[in-house]
């Protein structure tokens, strides 16, 4: 028989828990985690890396479309150099002008609906050739909305008035003018709206269509001044235009009319981000040589005028057309608008005055103090010659445009701003032989200064420059 040592040996061992066994394998298992969350970290690093290089790739790519028109390599070899204007449409075809014929071009088309007072007409800025004639049978194909078939119209010529202050007396070869269209479908023109046009000659091709800006005369706001800026003939730093754009803004101006190019890729992309929080808007609109003739400055400054006039006709009631070196000196008013005021004092008749007429003064920039990033307002500078009447005006659009019409029944009223008011500084480099009449520094009103270096334009300018 057994005795209980020998049946204890016969029992199944049993092993109770050891606590360092426990604490190897949790430890090995905690390595294994660390691991793979190690692995997988290195993985999605990797992975994101990847996808942020192809993100920037395909961003730069679009921004690249968006700026020039084309890829980079269809445009390697034809890179505008540094510092050149670039615009987003600049690698296109040009849209803005629009041939009639080889001596006859159009530029913009208005929709003048009389307001009932006579019959609608199209009114289309274009320029011709003085040494051809305006091509008699001259027609035109008129679309209206809801219409699937334009209809067809005629047009006749007539020729841009001189304005009394401001055109240059310069004999052109190129002629500007009007070409004034209607359907021959009258109910469609009393009716409806057309919103596209295209020209014909005889039996000639029918030309590309030019859009037609429509009319919206109830909506014009009191008090509102709007600038055009006339297209550049070179290289344009980004600093003039910001210091520009806010300077005008600082005296009163809320809308800039571009015409171009002449914004730079920075420019651009700081009204873009900041136009909103400074209250001000801004529309590129380009213009280009026409195809067939080159436009002296004279002819393009007219163009411009009179396109700029009808945009802002039924918006804003006063426009400026200026170059990026001209800059309005208000001699005791903030704004703008506090000048006219005054200029106008408690006359009833003040809101019939079409134009306000400034004198120019030339005004040499000093080479030893043009540095990089240094405002133009507050450079040494010193004047030259006179003050003269070089052009610069402001302009009531809703009067000007009305006066084309007859329906003033009167030519419209001006009236000249004494240099004790405002005057316009014409800026530009003088050579060392230049014949400088009267030399001294002309200080800029500190507070135009101040308002300029602590504006959000030329702060921005100045983190990305």
Request: glycine share 4%; aromatic share 8%; with cysteine.
């Amino acid at each position: 028989m057994l005795n209980f040592s020998e049946k204890a040996k016969l029992r199944p061992t049993v092993h109770l828990h050891d606590p360092l066994i426990q604490r190897q394998v949790d430890g090995s298992m905690r390595k294994y985690q660390q691991l793979a969350l190690t692995i997988v970290s290195v993985v999605c690093l990797v992975a994101f890396l990847f996808y942020k290089h192809e993100y920037e790739r395909l961003r730069y790519t679009l921004e690249y479309l968006d700026t020039f028109g084309e890829p980079p390599s269809k445009l390697e070899a034809a890179r505008p150099q540094c510092g050149y204007n670039t615009h987003h449409k600049i690698a296109t075809p040009p849209a803005d002008w629009v041939q009639v014929t080889f001596d006859l071009e159009v530029y913009s088309s208005y929709w003048d609906d009389s307001n009932g007072l006579g019959e609608p007409q199209i009114r289309t800025v274009g320029a011709v050739r003085k040494t051809s004639a305006t091509p008699s049978d001259l027609g035109c194909l008129v679309w209206f909305e809801s219409e699937s078939e334009p209809v067809p119209g005629s047009c006749s010529v007539e020729p841009v008035s001189e304005r009394e202050h401001g055109h240059s007396t310069h004999k052109e070869d190129i002629e500007v003018l009007y070409l004034l269209c209607t359907a021959h479908n009258k109910k469609l023109m009393l009716s409806k709206t057309p919103y596209m046009i295209q020209f014909t000659v005889g039996n000639t091709e029918v030309s590309k269509p030019v859009f037609i800006h429509e009319s919206e005369s109830s909506k014009i706001v009191i008090n509102k001044s709007a600038v055009c800026i006339l297209p550049v003939e070179g290289p344009v730093s980004t600093l003039k235009i910001i210091e520009f754009i806010a300077f005008y803004n600082i005296i009163g101006i809320d809308r800039f009319s571009i015409y171009g190019p002449v914004l730079t890729p920075l420019a651009r992309k700081l009204l873009d981000k900041y136009s909103d929080e400074i209250g001000i808007e801004f529309e590129e609109k380009l213009f280009s040589s026409s195809h067939s003739f080159k436009l002296e400055k004279a002819v393009v400054k007219k163009i411009v005028e009179i396109d700029c006039l009808y945009r802002h006709r039924d918006t804003h009631e006063n426009v400026l057309i200026l170059d990026l070196d001209q800059y309005l000196i208000l001699k005791h008013k903030p704004t703008l608008q506090e000048t006219l005021t005054v200029l106008v004092g408690n006359n009833r008749r003040s809101r019939e005055v079409a134009e306000f007429h400034f004198s120019s003064q030339a005004v040499c920039l000093d080479l030893d103090h043009l540095k990089r990033g240094t405002l133009l307002l507050s450079q040494q500078i010193h004047k030259v010659g006179s003050a003269k009447e070089m052009g610069v005006a402001v302009l009531r659009p809703h009067l000007v445009t009305a006066s084309l019409l007859g329906r003033l029944g009167e030519a419209p009223k001006s009236q000249h701003v004494s240099l004790a008011t405002a005057f316009v500084h014409q800026y530009s480099v003088c050579s060392s032989t230049d014949n400088h009449d009267d030399q001294q520094h002309l200080p800029t009103t500190k507070w135009i200064l101040d308002k300029l270096e602590k504006s959000l334009l030329y702060r921005k300018w100045g983190i990305n420059r």
